[in-house]
């Protein structure tokens, strides 16, 4: 068996679906259909009957493409309670059952939670630009948006 420890999760082994062979540097490992694993695996936690450890926790948020700082303003909290819930293991009930909620309800197809889950993302990415503004004789102000390394003074 092979011991998967992707995102830091300590309990997933495979029994099949992958192949090893030696290299020149060392054993190499093929996952075959690594989307259908990681679906599979999330799955299985979000079924867990037991509360959702911190790596399980964050192997499902990454997987719903939610940053620490997504995934805090959709449950009402800071990026570093999440941050604190993933290292120290102390998930609050109510979090895992949201993230376990959001997880199914996305991957059951609900287009609503992906388009709120698509928008907080976008927030998050327009928190740290800045609008930087010109006049132009035609058009008058014209605003756009620019990354703040990239924003000129």
């Known amino acids: 068996m092979l011991k998967f420890d992707d995102g830091g999760l300590r309990n997933v082994f495979l029994a099949n679906g992958y192949t090893q062979r030696h290299t020149a540097h060392g054993m190499a490992t093929a996952i075959h259909d690594l989307d259908g694993l990681v679906h599979s695996i999330c799955a299985a936690l979000v079924r867990k009957p037991g509360q959702l450890t911190g790596s399980?926790?964050?192997?499902?948020?990454?997987?719903?493409?939610?940053?620490?700082?997504?995934?805090?303003?959709?449950?009402g909290v800071s990026e570093q309670s999440v941050a604190l819930w993933e290292k120290r293991s102390r998930i609050p009930v109510l979090a895992d059952k949201h993230l376990r909620l959001l997880w199914s309800e996305r991957h059951d197809g609900n287009e609503t939670i992906a388009r709120v889950m698509q928008r907080v993302n976008e927030v998050e990415r327009l928190i740290h630009q800045r609008l930087v503004l010109k006049t132009t004789p035609r058009r008058g102000w014209q605003a756009k948006a620019e990354p703040a390394e990239e924003a000129g003074a």
């Open 56 to 75: 399980e926790f964050r192997y499902l948020r990454q997987h719903l493409r939610l940053s620490q700082a997504s995934l805090g303003q959709l449950l």
